[in-house]
């Protein structure tokens, strides 16, 4: 996320120069990683859902589709992709439009 906000500080300082408000910005960038993020989880889902009977022998106390383990790990992989798109969002919103017009 750090890189792909790096890459985008010009257009971060563009869209800010132009009027964009800072909580606009930080939610298209939120947005975009949740994107992201939502689609691996429903592949990784449907592929646990596949995977889970081939393992189902190696498992203990746990059933090969848990619900809750499922929807927590769900969820706290969507906590971190938050997260981990606030800090360098922040970060990039921090610089001067001018500086960010001047990059490159």
């Known amino acids: ?8 500080t010009r257009e971060i300082g563009i869209r800010i120069a132009l ?5 606009d910005v930080l939610k298209l960038v939120v947005r975009q990683a949740l994107i992201v993020t939502v689609s691996g989880v429903a592949a ?5 859902a596949v995977l889970t009977r081939l393992i189902s022998s190696e498992l203990w106390e746990v059933k090969p589709n848990d ?11 969507i906590a971190i992709t938050i997260f981990a798109s606030l800090v360098p969002t922040r970060r990039a919103l921090e610089v001067d439009p001018n500086t960010a017009l001047r990059y490159e």
């Open 44 to 48: 990784g889902l449907a592929g646990a």
């Open 1 to 8: 996320m750090a890189y792909s906000v790096q890459q985008r």
């Open 67 to 77: 619900p809750l383990t499922l929807a927590g790990v769900s969820v706290l992989l």
């Open 19 to 23: 009027g964009a408000a800072r909580w």
